[in-house]
């Protein structure tokens, strides 16, 4: 079975600093998808960012970056210039073919003003 | 032009009463989630049906039972309510034949039994 650990249950930075939110799964298969997952307070999942486990290349959206460590299996999100609407619950998490979406227990991120 | 939406958004029960939550996609996908984010906002999945069939149950008690009318909705309903029941529930959705499996979420019921 597959795990993801968030080893942050809570983070803060100021506004406009750079964050680096860590996950770290584990699985024996070789291609699979990772995700993070933004949760605000209004509660709604919202979709940040997605990788492929067969591309090298790190994903990338605006403000939002992973680095991938495939050997490491090791899938950290960095948010960049940190606005107060970055303050939410982050999920990882991991998909592998018909099998659920695992999530791990998420990291409280607080931007401060 | 809600993309997945449940009803309600909230509801409040009394331990024993049978409830229902509705979830209905626009998205055309094949497949549908019913998850569970407990107190500690851990959210772990309970079903998934694709098609209309069952493809994942976990270990979920037997008073949760999800039906699918269709492809387009998956409602959940919940016999002889618990404490232990209350909860933020999540419906999503995922098109299935796509490369990424990309997990549409509806806005979460908060379930409180008291």
């Known amino acids: 079975a597959q795990t993801v650990t968030q080893s942050q249950p809570e983070m803060s930075v100021q506004e406009a600093e750079t964050v680096t939110l860590s996950c770290t799964y584990d699985?024996?298969?070789?291609?699979?998808?990772l995700f993070w997952y933004k949760q605000p307070p209004s509660r709604q999942m919202i979709l940040v960012i997605r990788q492929e486990a067969y591309k090298q290349q790190n994903a990338t959206e605006n403000r939002f970056s992973v680095n991938f460590q495939k050997a490491a299996k090791s899938f950290s999100l960095k948010i960049s210039d940190s606005q107060l609407g970055d303050t939410a619950m982050y999920f990882c998490a991991f998909h592998f073919g018909n099998e659920k979406l695992t999530f791990g227990t998420g990291t409280r991120l607080t931007i401060i003003p | 032009d809600t993309a997945v939406s449940q009803t309600p958004k909230y509801l409040v029960t009394q331990m024993g009463n049978d409830k229902s939550i509705k979830c209905e996609q626009n998205?055309?996908?094949?497949?549908m989630y019913w998850y569970k984010q407990d107190s500690k906002k851990f959210l772990k999945i309970m079903f998934s049906?694709?098609?209309?069939?069952?493809?994942i149950n976990e270990t979920v008690p037997n008073r949760f039972s999800p039906k699918s009318p269709d492809k387009a909705h998956l409602n959940l309903h919940i016999n002889s309510l618990e404490l232990g029941d209350s909860a933020v529930y999540f419906c999503?959705?995922?098109?299935?034949?796509?490369?990424?499996?990309?997990?549409?979420f509806g806005p979460g019921t908060r379930l409180t039994v008291t």
């Open positions: 998205l055309g996908h094949d497949t």
């Open positions: 699985t024996s298969e070789n291609n699979y998808y």
């Open positions: 999503a959705s995922s098109p299935q034949d796509s490369g990424f499996y990309e997990q549409y």
């Open positions: 049906y694709n098609n209309k069939e069952l493809i």
